[in-house]
Nanobody, 117 residues
Framework: VQLVESGGGLVQPGGSLTLSCVASGFTFNLYDMRWYRQGSGKERELVAGIISSGGRTTYADSVKGRFTVSRDNAKRTVSLQMNSLKPDDTAVYYC???????????WGQGTQVTVSS
């Protein structure tokens, strides 16, 4: 089982980044997918989620209107489009998969996003 994130990096305030997470080793279209983040010295927090069918999404209040989560089940990929980035968005971003019926879940290794001028 693998969740491999990519797309992190350094961006100026107001800029944009798109994170991607490619899944392998499990039945991707059964799993709800989420993005979490953890800033330095902070607790890990939920950023965005999308259900297995892609029909419903949720967002943390701090990112509503700026971030968009999407998935492509054929490509086994979940993405996070991040716009109008702020220094407070600086964190390691993690991809997370959860299958409610079984309780199984998996984490990616994380990708660093730094928002700084």
């Amino acid at each position: 089982v693998q969740l491999v994130e990519s797309g992190g990096g350094l961006v100026q305030p107001g800029g944009s980044l798109t994170l991607s997470c490619v899944a392998s080793g499990f039945t991707f279209n059964l799993y709800d997918m989420r993005w979490y983040r953890q800033g330095s010295g902070k607790e890990r927090e939920l950023v965005a989620g999308i259900i297995s069918s892609g029909g419903r999404t949720t967002y943390a209040d701090s990112v509503k209107g700026r971030f968009t989560v999407s998935r492509d089940n054929a490509k086994r990929t979940v993405s996070l489009q991040m716009n109008s980035l702020k220094p407070d968005d600086t964190a390691v971003y993690y991809c997370y998969a959860h299958w409610a019926l079984s309780g199984r879940d998996y984490w990616g290794q994380g990708t660093q996003v730094t928002v700084s001028s």
